[in-house]
């Protein structure tokens, strides 16, 4: 997480807006869901919104969706070529991904492996002894501690092909794959074992795979969510975020989880110099600021202009003014982090417990906090 802001187009917080795509996924909140990774990529973040949405899959989705990588993968690939192509992608893939189940085992797993250690008698065991006696949390220590390269990702996901096969699983060439980009080779190949598990044990866990229908999404479904522009002359640009700042980026509490707090002195920064942040780390905003004829000074930490007559211009366009919004668009913008006391892991995982091979100790989840 960055220790200074990043605002979006509409003035979110980068990681407060990833973080919300996250949560809209588990909700099954189609229209937020969209609205969050439109920010992002409007924005021009286009490769962290890719990022996150692959990163859902793997943690949240993959165990239970397998063939749902190989779908997206190609048609991420058809479309890359087109001028609308990866806007559109984005759209199709939560479209796609919010129909499905998911559990949390590959997140937890994650979360608790590097965090905190294992069993004194679980770290004496030896890796085929782990995967005999489904020691799932013990499995992933190892290869979290072990597989940092792609490489020794690989010779891990031959030492578990050779244990599946023996078992009698069938069709293991997910476990020959562990590429994705921006994404962990290590999570990946954790999501393929404990995919290979549920097979394993399929007479017992009572666990149901995903089903394979993949969604349609019209090309006109993602034009509500490309960037609204004043409508100058007959407004100024302060109206903007009072149609466009619609959502709290807090609406689940998530945030206390997954972030540890707001950037230092972030009200100063939204109500007095959001322009100097947005500029400096923003595409769009950068686009906008040099289009007008400004400059991002970074030892001042402030924005130049040319001249007088393109400040005025860029203002009236742009001039959001976040310190004389509605309290409501404010606090959608920077939301109020709840008490880690209140959220807590344990309740993530309890809101969330849905069907599962793995079930961290209560211990586990008290520690996280």
Same mark, same amino acid.
């Given at each position: 997480?960055?220790?200074?802001?990043?605002?979006?187009?509409?003035?979110?917080?980068?990681?407060?807006?990833?973080?919300?795509?996250?949560?809209?996924?588990?909700?099954?909140q189609?229209?937020?869901?969209?609205?969050? &990774? *439109?920010e992002? #990529?409007?924005?021009?973040f286009?490769?962290?919104?890719?990022v996150?949405?692959?990163?859902?899959?793997?943690?949240?989705?993959?165990?239970?969706?397998?063939?749902?990588?190989?779908?997206?993968?190609?048609?991420?690939n058809?479309?890359?070529?087109?001028?609308? +192509?990866?806007? *559109?992608?984005? &759209?199709l893939?939560?479209?796609?991904?919010?129909?499905r189940?998911?559990?949390?085992?590959?997140?937890m797993?994650?979360?608790?492996? @590097?965090?905190? !250690?294992i069993?004194?008698?679980?770290?004496?065991?030896?890796?085929?002894?782990?995967?005999?006696? %489904?020691?799932?949390?013990?499995?992933?220590?190892?290869?979290?501690?072990?597989?940092i390269?792609?490489?020794?990702?690989?010779? @891990? $996901?031959?030492? $578990?092909t050779?244990?599946?096969?023996?078992?009698?699983?069938? =069709?293991?060439?997910?476990?020959?794959?562990?590429?994705?980009?921006g994404?962990?080779?290590a999570?990946?190949?954790?999501?393929?074992?404990?995919? *290979?598990?549920?097979?394993?044990?399929?007479?017992?866990?009572?666990?149901? @795979? +995903?089903?394979?229908?993949?969604l349609?999404?019209?090309?006109d479904?993602?034009?509500?969510?490309?960037?609204?522009?004043?409508?100058?002359?007959?407004?100024?640009g302060?109206?903007?975020?009072?149609?466009?700042?619609?959502?709290?980026?807090?609406e689940?509490?998530?945030?206390s989880?997954f972030?540890?707090?707001?950037?230092?002195?972030?009200w100063?920064?939204?109500?007095? =110099?959001?322009?100097?942040?947005?500029?400096?780390?923003t595409?769009?905003?950068?686009?906008?600021?040099?289009?007008?004829g400004?400059?991002?000074?970074?030892?001042e930490?402030?924005?130049?202009?040319?001249?007088?007559?393109?400040?005025?211009?860029?203002? %009236?366009?742009?001039? #959001?003014?976040?310190? !004389?919004?509605?309290?409501?668009?404010?606090?959608?913008?920077?939301?109020?982090?709840?008490?880690?006391?209140?959220?807590?892991?344990?309740?993530?995982?309890?809101k969330?417990?849905?069907?599962?091979?793995?079930?961290?100790?209560?211990?586990?989840?008290?520690?996280?906090?």
């Amino acid at each position: 997480m960055t220790t200074t802001p990043v605002f979006t187009r509409y003035l979110y917080l980068k990681d407060d807006v990833e973080i919300s795509l996250l949560s809209s996924l588990l909700h099954k909140q189609r229209e937020k869901a969209m609205f969050w &990774g *439109y920010e992002l #990529y409007h924005s021009g973040f286009i490769d962290d919104v890719l990022v996150v949405l692959w990163r859902a899959y793997y943690e949240c989705y993959a165990m239970l969706n397998p063939t749902f990588e190989s779908y997206m993968k190609k048609k991420q690939n058809e479309l890359k070529e087109r001028e609308d +192509g990866i806007e *559109y992608f984005v &759209g199709l893939y939560i479209h796609n991904i919010i129909t499905r189940k998911f559990n949390l085992d590959v997140f937890m797993l994650r979360e608790i492996s @590097m965090h905190l !250690e294992i069993d004194e008698d679980d770290a004496k065991l030896t890796l085929e002894e782990r995967f005999e006696g %489904n020691k799932y949390q013990a499995i992933v220590h190892i290869i979290c501690e072990e597989c940092i390269s792609l490489e020794e990702c690989q010779e @891990m $996901a031959k030492k $578990a092909t050779q244990y599946f096969k023996k078992k009698g699983v069938k =069709n293991l060439k997910l476990l020959q794959n562990l590429e994705c980009d921006g994404i962990q080779p290590a999570v990946i190949l954790v999501s393929r074992i404990m995919h *290979y598990f549920t097979i394993l044990t399929k007479e017992t866990n009572k666990i149901k @795979m +995903g089903k394979n229908i993949y969604l349609v999404l019209e090309p006109d479904e993602i034009v509500k969510y490309r960037t609204i522009e004043t409508d100058y002359p007959n407004e100024n640009g302060e109206n903007v975020l009072k149609r466009t700042a619609i959502y709290s980026s807090n609406e689940h509490n998530y945030l206390s989880l997954f972030k540890s707090d707001h950037p230092e002195n972030i009200w100063k920064h939204y109500h007095s =110099n959001w322009i100097y942040y947005a500029g400096l780390y923003t595409q769009l905003w950068n686009e906008r600021i040099l289009e007008y004829g400004g400059h991002i000074d970074e030892d001042e930490q402030k924005v130049h202009w040319e001249n007088e007559d393109f400040e005025e211009i860029f203002y %009236n366009l742009y001039g #959001y003014n976040p310190e !004389e919004q509605p309290t409501e668009i404010q606090q959608n913008n920077i939301p109020i982090m709840k008490d880690r006391n209140q959220v807590t892991w344990r309740w993530f995982y309890e809101k969330h417990m849905n069907q599962r091979l793995y079930i961290p100790d209560d211990d586990f989840l008290d520690a996280l906090e």
